[in-house]
């Protein structure tokens, strides 16, 4: 850095983890011109002075500044082409995204493959071929991770497992628990019970924000 340059850091946590697609989607590391990337400018400027402030609900201000200023990081990259595969990628096809955001509709609905070729307007075996291409893997198997990330999403909620299995689409709770094992090497009552002390640690090391009179 050079002399005087102030650096301003931020971590974010995407909803269930490691699993989630935007995770996989992205590159290791991104590096982009913040003065090139004039849609950002408001954003950025309005983070680093709340960053560099102490006034009350600053913490939950930034909260919602870092959301904003990574959705619109997303948005310029997939617009300048720099994301070649996965889910963003696959967003960015004005074919492809048809069927993915069918999957995200409704994930609890046995699509077939016949089903979201159709929406993409291509044949079954073309559409099977572009989406693993695009994507970076078969539409069955993202439709299976984009379930378990609603799931752990759910789970967060305190919702039960048999509730969850109904909400995307496994026929039992039993079946939910084997496709979540599977993936995450751990139950999904397991994994509930970790993110919960992981949270419960992190709450007493950072409490967080507290009014001051």
Request: with cysteine; charged share 20%; hydrophobic share 45%.
């Given at each position: 850095?050079?002399?005087?340059?102030?650096?301003?850091?931020?971590?974010?946590?995407?909803?269930?983890?490691?699993?989630?697609?935007?995770?996989?989607?992205?590159p290791g590391v991104v590096t982009v011109k913040?003065?090139?990337?004039?849609?950002?400018?408001?954003?950025?400027?309005?983070?680093?002075?709340?960053?560099?402030?102490?006034?009350?609900?600053?913490?939950?201000?930034?909260?919602?500044?870092?959301?904003?200023?990574?959705?619109?990081?997303?948005?310029?990259?997939?617009?300048?082409?720099?994301?070649?595969?996965?889910?963003?990628?696959?967003?960015?096809?004005?074919?492809?995204?048809?069927?993915?955001?069918?999957?995200?509709?409704?994930?609890?609905?046995?699509?077939?493959?016949?089903?979201?070729?159709?929406?993409?307007?291509?044949?079954?075996?073309?559409?099977?071929?572009?989406?693993?291409?695009?994507?970076?893997?078969?539409?069955?198997?993202?439709?299976?991770?984009?379930?378990?990330?609603?799931?752990?999403?759910?789970?967060?909620?305190?919702?039960?497992?048999?509730?969850?299995?109904?909400?995307?689409?496994?026929?039992?709770?039993?079946?939910?628990?084997?496709?979540?094992?599977?993936?995450?090497?751990?139950?999904?009552?397991?994994?509930?019970?970790?993110?919960?002390?992981?949270?419960?640690?992190?709450?007493?090391?950072?409490?967080?924000?507290?009014?001051?009179?």
């Amino acid at each position: 850095l050079s002399d005087g340059a102030d650096t301003v850091c931020a971590s974010f946590e995407f909803g269930a983890g490691l699993h989630n697609p935007l995770i996989t989607a992205l590159p290791g590391v991104v590096t982009v011109k913040l003065a090139e990337l004039q849609n950002l400018a408001a954003t950025t400027e309005a983070l680093f002075a709340e960053a560099a402030d102490e006034h009350c609900g600053r913490q939950a201000i930034l909260n919602r500044l870092v959301e904003v200023l990574i959705i619109q990081l997303l948005r310029e990259l997939m617009d300048q082409g720099r994301i070649q595969t996965g889910l963003l990628a696959g967003l960015s096809n004005p074919r492809l995204v048809k069927a993915i955001n069918a999957i995200h509709a409704d994930p609890r609905r046995a699509w077939r493959l016949t089903e979201l070729a159709l929406l993409a307007n291509m044949s079954r075996a073309r559409f099977a071929v572009n989406f693993r291409e695009t994507v970076g893997t078969t539409p069955m198997a993202y439709l299976t991770d984009w379930r378990l990330s609603v799931a752990r999403s759910l789970l967060r909620l305190g919702k039960s497992v048999q509730t969850v299995s109904d909400e995307v689409g496994y026929a039992s709770a039993s079946a939910l628990s084997r496709a979540f094992t599977a993936q995450s090497g751990m139950s999904p009552s397991e994994w509930r019970s970790n993110i919960r002390r992981e949270s419960g640690a992190i709450q007493e090391k950072d409490p967080g924000f507290s009014a001051k009179n």
